[in-house]
């Protein structure tokens, strides 16, 4: 008998029929034979409410206690679905993350699992009873409640899943799967059948809000098997898997966007060595994600321009951390632009074939896009366009890669 995990999002359980409805689902795997392990998040929105009356409370507070409130959701939501199930004759009962014990760090708020243990849901699941296990949450070192940040329940169901050593690890959500783009923008973007825990991962971390980025890096580490698939419709997901697994490789497997960051150019910077690490040294330190960074060269050895991208929310800390230190950096000026996306072109198969963005490059120009900022891996491409191209470049981008469906 194969175990499987169930792992079911905010809009899948956001009241009592959809929790009923996905608590069918779960009786298909039960029916299957399969011995099933349910993750649940909160009824969607919900975390969010939480997350307002602890801010309403104190815009300062105690993360500690951040963290009891806004793990309340999924208890409330695992307790349900237990009693859904058995509404539907199945033997189930609901796990909070300290029940469990899911062992984590003591990081409030943002908790790293540690360990997970097992043996009494291993007897309960061979016994064939339905472990519905809040996802999200779990029990630090000097045991209090934790929870993982938010989204961190796709990373509960995955780390869960290899706990178990799960056959598989189903990600319910209210898409049917991973698409080569965002359909709502790109009226010919086709659900993937297969794609490789490497391009999935790109795809998390360069917008792609289907997966949850450190659920992904978890299920490759373990390699756990993972599809995302709706709960609302009975077709087949996108399958997340080991290369080896995709016989017919596309050149460029997806393309992902986001609107979350915001450029910052620094005019006239003093071109000498050390000037890097005295901008960039007090960002990291104030926990500042810097993602693009591009430096030109100075023509008369003196001065420099340098541009790079952080996370919109940042914009303002950062601007204010440049002005504070710039007694030190003696730059001529800073200039902003929120104005501004990244589109990234994703794909395994760049690493075998060479013109990849020069096509990218091409299908802009062609659109008139103007492309301001430029970095590469192994396996994508992004550039940062001014955000009024959006959707023009995401459609010119899938045309041009062979991508777009009828
Ligand atoms: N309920 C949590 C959140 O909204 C965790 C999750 O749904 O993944 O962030
Ligand atoms: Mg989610």
């Known amino acids: 008998?194969?175990?499987?995990?169930?792992?079911?999002?905010?809009?899948?359980?956001?009241?009592?029929?959809?929790?009923?409805?996905?608590?069918?689902?779960?009786?298909?795997?039960?029916?299957?034979?399969?011995?099933?392990?349910?993750?649940?998040?909160?009824?969607?929105?919900?975390?969010?409410?939480?997350?307002?009356?602890?801010?309403?409370?104190?815009?300062?507070?105690?993360?500690?206690?951040?963290?009891?409130?806004?793990?309340?959701?999924?208890?409330?939501?695992?307790?349900?679905?237990?009693?859904?199930?058995?509404?539907?004759?199945?033997?189930?009962?609901?796990?909070?993350?300290?029940?469990?014990?899911?062992?984590?760090?003591?990081?409030?708020?943002?908790?790293?699992?540690?360990?997970?243990?097992?043996d009494v849901l291993k007897e309960r699941l061979a016994n064939g009873q339905v472990a519905v296990v809040t996802g999200f949450q779990g029990i630090g070192e000097v045991g209090r409640v934790t929870t993982l940040g938010r989204g961190g329940s796709d990373l509960s169901a995955v780390a869960l899943a290899a706990a178990l050593g799960a056959e598989r690890c189903d990600i319910f959500t209210d898409v049917e799967g991973v698409f080569t783009c965002d359909p709502r923008i790109v009226a010919k973007a086709s659900k993937l059948d297969k794609i490789t825990y490497e391009e999935m991962l790109e795809m998390a971390s360069q917008g792609a809000k289907v997966l949850h980025t450190r659920s992904v890096a978890t299920a490759m580490n373990h390699h756990v098997r993972?599809?995302?698939?709706?709960?609302?419709?009975?077709?087949?997901?996108?399958?997340?898997?080991?290369?080896?697994?995709?016989?017919?490789?596309?050149?460029?497997?997806?393309?992902?966007?986001?609107?979350?960051?915001?450029?910052?150019?620094?005019?006239?910077?003093?071109?000498?060595?050390?000037?890097?690490?005295?901008?960039?040294?007090?960002?990291?330190?104030?926990?500042?994600?810097?993602?693009?960074?591009?430096?030109?060269?100075?023509?008369d050895g003196d001065r420099t321009d340098l541009t790079f991208t952080v996370a919109k929310a940042?914009?303002?800390?950062?601007?204010?951390?440049?002005?504070?230190?710039?007694?030190?950096?003696?730059?001529?000026?800073?200039?902003?632009?929120?104005?501004?996306?990244?589109?990234?072109?994703?794909?395994?198969?760049?690493?075998?074939?060479?013109?990849?963005?020069r096509t990218m490059f091409d299908a802009l120009a062609g659109r008139g896009i103007n492309i301001q900022l430029i970095s590469t891996s192994e396996i994508k491409i992004s550039v940062l366009i001014s955000e009024d191209y959006l959707e023009l470049a995401l459609r010119a981008l899938h045309t041009a890669y062979g991508l777009d469906v009828d």
């Open 314 to 357: 940042d914009l303002d800390r950062t601007l204010d951390l440049l002005e504070k230190d710039n007694d030190k950096l003696g730059a001529e000026r800073f200039s902003p632009d929120a104005n501004v996306v990244k589109v990234s072109v994703i794909g395994v198969g760049m690493r075998s074939h060479a013109g990849v963005a």
């Open 1 to 118: 008998m194969a175990v499987i995990v169930q792992k079911f999002g905010g809009t899948s359980v956001g009241g009592i029929d959809r929790i009923r409805h996905a608590a069918t689902r779960v009786k298909q795997a039960v029916d299957r034979g399969d011995q099933v392990a349910v993750v649940v998040s909160a009824m969607g929105g919900e975390t969010n409410r939480l997350v307002d009356l602890v801010r309403t409370m104190a815009p300062v507070h105690d993360a500690r206690e951040y963290d009891a409130v806004v793990s309340s959701g999924e208890q409330v939501t695992a307790g349900l679905m237990a009693i859904a199930l058995q509404q539907l004759g199945i033997d189930a009962r609901s796990w909070t993350g300290w029940q469990i014990p899911v062992h984590t760090d003591d990081v409030y708020g943002a908790a790293r699992i540690q360990r997970i243990e097992t």
């Open 226 to 299: 993972l599809q995302v698939l709706s709960t609302f419709t009975d077709t087949p997901g996108t399958l997340v898997v080991d290369e080896d697994e995709i016989v017919e490789q596309q050149v460029v497997s997806g393309i992902a966007y986001s609107r979350d960051d915001a450029k910052i150019t620094i005019i006239g910077l003093p071109d000498r060595p050390g000037v890097a690490a005295s901008l960039f040294g007090p960002l990291a330190d104030a926990n500042i994600n810097v993602d693009m960074i591009v430096q030109n060269i100075s023509e």
